[in-house]
């Protein structure tokens, strides 16, 4: 199982979080996904190739960032950071910058805790899935978004739980588009 992380932020901007990975002393090889970036820590050790040749991302040093996106016009998607190797200690770089990552995460307000009892004022905003991946994290743009009222989903959350967010959203007075 990956180690993820889970964020808000706007979408369409300069992603904090890669410019965070872009930072780094010895910065990945991005290649672009139909929802955001895969990460090649090529100095961490070689890619691992299936029998179907597709990437085996258990077996090698790669993160996906999936950035945040918009869906229908009023939700934002939430963003998410996924270190594929299992373990990750088998590329002791990745470990290395999972540790710094998480650290650098943890420096935002935790918008949401998946904790029993725990206090979520945000929990409204957080629409379909979004609230069942794990601790959510604002940066700075997420923030400002909250606080003024905007609505996350998932990125997974599909047509069928965005048309009942939707049906939820109209009765909030806030109209989604096809």
């Not at 965070?20 to 090889?29: G, S, Y």
């Not at 190797?85 to 998946?114: C, M, N, S």
């Not at 945000?122 to 743009?141: D, I």
Request: aromatic fraction near 12%; include cysteine; charged fraction near 20%.
């Amino acid at each position: 199982m990956p180690a993820s992380f889970w964020f808000v932020e706007e979408p369409c901007q300069s992603s904090k979080v890669l410019q965070w990975f872009r930072a780094l002393p010895t910065p990945p090889e991005e290649v672009a996904s139909a929802k955001g970036y895969n990460l090649y820590f090529r100095a961490a050790g070689p890619l691992a190739i299936d029998d179907d040749g597709s990437i085996d991302g258990s077996r090698s040093p790669v993160v996906s960032v999936i950035t945040p996106s918009f869906r229908r016009a009023v939700m934002w998607t939430i963003g998410s950071v996924h270190f594929w190797p299992t373990p990750v200690g088998q590329f002791p770089e990745v470990a290395k910058i999972r540790k710094h990552f998480r650290r650098w995460i943890e420096e935002h307000p935790l918008v949401y805790d998946p904790h029993i009892n725990a206090d979520n004022p945000f929990a409204y905003y957080l629409e379909g899935s979004a609230a069942n991946r794990g601790a959510l994290y604002a940066l700075p743009t997420g923030m400002a978004a909250l606080t003024r009222g905007q609505f996350f989903v998932d990125d997974l959350d599909n047509d069928f739980v965005l048309d009942r967010v939707c049906r939820s959203l109209k009765l909030r007075g806030i109209e989604c588009q096809s």
